[in-house]
C-alpha cells in the first residue's frame, strides 16, 4: 500500500538553483503570515477598537480573496517578474498607509483604504510551487528531479515554519519597541523577498510554458497509437483514435488561458470549497482557543496552543513526504478530508485545557497531508502553466473561510459562549469529508491523463 523513503528530501535540497527562490518566498511568506494578527495588534495597541482592528483585518482578507486570483492569472499569462513587482507595490502602498496613519493616530477611514490596498499581496506559496513544477516538469532537472509529492510536502514545511514563528514575532516587536514595529519589519522582509524572487530568472517559468510539451506529448500519443495499430490490426483503431483524441484534449485544456479556472475547473470549484471549509473550522478554534484560554485565566495559553499544534502539523508535513502511497489521488484526498474532519470534529469534547491541547494536537497530525494532497490534486487537474493561478484559488478559498469561521465564533462566544463555538465548529469541519465524498467522481474526471519529460502522469 505504501512506501517509506527516509531520504526523499535530499534530491530536493540539492537543486541549488531553487534556493534563491524559496529563500525569496520564505520571506515573503513571513509578512503574508502575520498580516491579520499583526494588524489586529498594531491597531489595537495604538488605542483604536477592536471593532476597528477587526474590520481592518477582515477587509485584508476579503481584498485577497477578490484580487490575489486575479493578480496570479496575470502571473500566470505574463510572468512573475512582470507583475509580482507591481502588485507587491500597490501592496507596500497599502502596508505604509496603515502604518503612518497608526503612527499618527489619524482617522479610522485610512486605515480600511490601507487594508483593501495590503490584498494585492501575491501569493509566495502559489509561485514557489508554480517554478518547482516548472523546474521538474520541464525536463531541465533531469533524473535529478524530486518527486512532485516530496516537493509539496518540503513548501508545506515552509508554510508551517512561517505561520508557527511570524506572528509571534510580530506580537513582540510590537510590544517591546513599538505597536508598528511587528508589520515593519514584515513590510521589510517582504520587500526583500520580492526583490529577491524577480532577480531570480532563471528559475521563473515562461508563461505557456507547458504548451510544447502538451504539443510533444500529442505526437508521441499518436506515435504509439500507430505502434499499437500496427501490431494488432484493424480491431486497434478505436484504441488508435481514443489515445489521439485525449491527447489532443490534454493539449487543448493546456492552451486556453482566457477564463478563470474556478468558472472551468470542476476540480478546482471543489478544493476551493475543502479549503473554505478548513478557513472556517480552523478561524473558528483558533478564535474559540483564545476565548477558553480567558474563561480559564491564561492567556498564553492559546498561544502555547497554536504552536504547538503548528509544530506537529509542520512535522506531519514532513514525515507524510516521505510516504510513497499508491492509492490514486482521488481516493487520497477522500481519505486525507474524512481525517481532518473526524478528528478536528472531536472539538465538540472540549471542556478544559487538556481536552482543548489533546483535540489541537491530534487535528494538527492530520491537518498537513490533506494540504499536500490537495497541492497534489490540484497540479494534477488544471495545465501546468496556469498552477499559480490554480494554487492561489485554494489559498483564496481558506482566505474566504478564515473571514467567516472567526465572525461566527465572535456572535456565538457573546450569545452562547465559548463551548457553543467549538460545537458548530464541529459541523464545520464535518463540510470537508461530505463534499470530498460527494464530488469525488468529479476530482477523478478531472485528473489530466498527460505525460511529461520526467514522470507519467497516472490515474
Known amino acids: 500500500m505504501a512506501k517509506v523513503s527516509p531520504g526523499v528530501y535530499k534530491k530536493v535540497l540539492r537543486v541549488r538553483e531553487a534556493y534563491p527562490f524559496d529563500i525569496a518566498c520564505l520571506l515573503m511568506r513571513f509578512f503574508g503570515s502575520m498580516l491579520?494578527?499583526?494588524v489586529v495588534t498594531m491597531i489595537t495597541l495604538s488605542g483604536y477598537?477592536?471593532?476597528t482592528a477587526g474590520l481592518s483585518s477582515s477587509l485584508i482578507a476579503l481584498s485577497i480573496f477578490v484580487v490575489t486570483p486575479r493578480v496570479s492569472k496575470r502571473i500566470d499569462e505574463r510572468g512573475q517578474s512582470a507583475v509580482v513587482p507591481k502588485a507587491a507595490a500597490v501592496s507596500l502602498l497599502g502596508l505604509v498607509v496603515l502604518i503612518a496613519n497608526v503612527a499618527l493616530h489619524g482617522p479610522v477611514w485610512p486605515l480600511f483604504v490601507g487594508a483593501l490596498l495590503v490584498g494585492f499581496f501575491p501569493s509566495p506559496q502559489a509561485?514557489?510551487?508554480?517554478?518547482w513544477t516548472y523546474l521538474i516538469r520541464s525536463g531541465?532537472?533531469?533524473?535529478?528531479a524530486p518527486d512532485l509529492r516530496t516537493m509539496f510536502?518540503?513548501?508545506?514545511?515552509?508554510?508551517?515554519?512561517?505561520?508557527?514563528?511570524s506572528p509571534s514575532i510580530s506580537i513582540a516587536l510590537a510590544a517591546a519597541i513599538a505597536p508598528v514595529a511587528g508589520m515593519v519589519c514584515g513590510g521589510v522582509a517582504f520587500a526583500v523577498g520580492v526583490v529577491l524572487l524577480c532577480?531570480?530568472?532563471?528559475?521563473?517559468?515562461?508563461?505557456?510554458?507547458?504548451?510544447?510539451?502538451?504539443?510533444g506529448n500529442d505526437a508521441d500519443a499518436a506515435d504509439a497509437a500507430d505502434a499499437i495499430a500496427d501490431v494488432a490490426g484493424d480491431g486497434a483503431a478505436?484504441?488508435?483514435g481514443a489515445l489521439a483524441e485525449g491527447a489532443a484534449a490534454v493539449a487543448s485544456a493546456a492552451s486556453v488561458p482566457s477564463k478563470s479556472l474556478l468558472a472551468t475547473s470542476a476540480a478546482v470549484r471543489v478544493l476551493f470549497v475543502i479549503y473554505a471549509f478548513a478557513g472556517s473550522f480552523l478561524g473558528l478554534f483558533d478564535t474559540a482557543t483564545v476565548s477558553l484560554s480567558e474563561d480559564l485565566n491564561s492567556p498564553d495559553f492559546a498561544g502555547a496552543v497554536l504552536m504547538a499544534s503548528g509544530a506537529?502539523?509542520?512535522?506531519a508535513g514532513f514525515l507524510f513526504g516521505m510516504v510513497r502511497l499508491r492509492a490514486p489521488l482521488p481516493k487520497q484526498l477522500v481519505v486525507a478530508a474524512c481525517a481532518v474532519g473526524l478528528s478536528f470534529g472531536t472539538m465538540f469534547l472540549i471542556d478544559s485545557a487538556p481536552t482543548l491541547m489533546a483535540v489541537a494536537l491530534l487535528g494538527a497530525c492530520t491537518y498537513a497531508p490533506l494540504l499536500i494532497v490537495a497541492n497534489g490534486v490540484c497540479e494534477r487537474a488544471v495545465p501546468d502553466a496556469r498552477l499559480t493561478e490554480a494554487i492561489t484559488w485554494l489559498n483564496a478559498g481558506y482566505t474566504c473561510g478564515a473571514a467567516f469561521g472567526p465572525t461566527v465564533a465572535g456572535a456565538l462566544i457573546d450569545t452562547f459562549g465559548t463551548m457553543a463555538s467549538f460545537k458548530v465548529g464541529t459541523l464545520l469541519c464535518l463540510g470537508m469529508p461530505l463534499t470530498a465524498i460527494l464530488c469525488y467522481r468529479v476530482v477523478k474526471a478531472s485528473i489530466l491523463p498527460a505525460y511529461t519529460v520526467v514522470e507519467k502522469r497516472e490515474m
Do not use: C
Open 140 to 144: 531541465r532537472l533531469g533524473e535529478a
Open 153 to 165: 510536502s518540503y513548501e508545506s514545511v515552509l508554510d508551517d515554519m512561517a505561520f508557527i514563528f
Open 238 to 240: 478505436a484504441s488508435k
Open 312 to 315: 506537529v502539523s509542520m512535522t
Open 127 to 131: 509561485m514557489a510551487r508554480a517554478r
Open 49 to 51: 477598537s477592536f471593532l
Open 199 to 215: 532577480t531570480a530568472k532563471s528559475t521563473e517559468p515562461h508563461p505557456g510554458w507547458s504548451q510544447a510539451g502538451a504539443a
Open 36 to 38: 491579520n494578527i499583526g
